[in-house]
């Protein structure tokens, strides 16, 4: 509670906001809450669950270990223990260490902690710790951060941070080889991009990485600059080409 009498993580959020955030599905809320327990919303006059900031941490929780494994019926012992269960596979544990301490240094809006824990995260340890379920998971944890503080500065900051990185990561191949690599012109960030192409340099692919917002109408010319062999499109939302064929179009 704050010193003014009010709760300083009221239950706001509907079922669908929650489910959008986390995405887990409304019904697998409901099945949750009914058989688990883990997860007691709080319930309007009319019924209606509203959630608040902890409950949405503790789906988001819930929705990675069963992911890593755990049991359904086994998450509220596993919350409660603080997800330190020695069941817990060792590249999970190691993801969610590299995850925390992302997110602790943005708390501190930290530039060098951050940077400090993406190199810990991406480049320190072997390859198959960080793969897919460590850049998915933290950028899943982002979207919630972010869609419940809406903090520019801190997306700012992680992209500053994640260019250094980028900038000191692996042995640069010949220009002639470098992928040209962008979002979709619609994406606000080229957080998830910037993830990739460092796993990309560690993997030994050569990318130039054009940031955000780059015209889809100028890349074929660049390519063309650039002897590209190919350009590749970042988006974290899921698009049906058909949607795209036009623009598509013009990059062949």
């Known amino acids: 509670m704050s010193h003014s009498g009010k709760p300083t993580d009221p239950p706001v959020f509907p079922i669908r906001t929650v489910s959008a955030l986390t995405g887990v599905a409304a019904g697998t809320l409901r099945a949750w809450e009914r ?6 919303p709080e319930r309007t006059a009319s019924g209606h669950r509203l959630y608040s900031r902890r409950d949405v941490e503790r789906i988001q929780q819930a929705s990675e270990l069963i992911q890593s494994g755990i049991a359904p019926a086994r998450i509220g012992e596993v919350l409660e223990d603080g997800m330190t269960t020695a069941s817990l596979p060792d590249d999970s544990a ?17 530039r060098e902690g951050v940077e400090r824990a993406l190199r810990r995260g991406l ?29 520019i500065s801190e997306q700012r900051l992680l992209e500053c941070s994640l260019r250094n990185v980028l900038a000191n990561c692996g042995t640069e191949a010949s220009a002639d080889a470098a992928i040209l690599a962008t979002t979709l012109p619609d994406e606000p960030t080229d957080i998830g991009l910037l993830l990739w192409a460092i796993i990309g340099r560690r993997n030994g692919l050569s990318l130039t990485v054009l940031g955000p917002g780059t015209p889809l109408a100028e890349l074929a010319a660049a390519r063309n600059r650039a002897r590209a062999p190919a350009i590749l499109l970042f988006t974290h939302r899921s698009v049906e080409p058909s949607s795209m ?8």
Do not use: K, P
């Not at 058989?35 to 007691?40: P, V």
């Not at 993801?95 to 997110?103: D, H, K, Q, T, V």
């Not at 064929?245 to 062949?252: G, K, T």
């Open 123 to 151: 480049l320190d340890c072997d390859i198959e710790t960080v793969g897919e379920g460590f850049v998915n998971s933290l950028l899943r944890d982002l979207r919630i951060r972010w869609r419940l503080d809406h903090s």
């Open 245 to 252: 064929q036009e623009q598509l179009a013009a990059l062949a």
């Open 94 to 110: 190691d993801r969610r260490r590299f995850r925390n301490e992302i997110l602790r240094s943005l708390d501190d809006f930290d």
């Open 35 to 40: 058989r688990y327990g883990f997860i007691n």
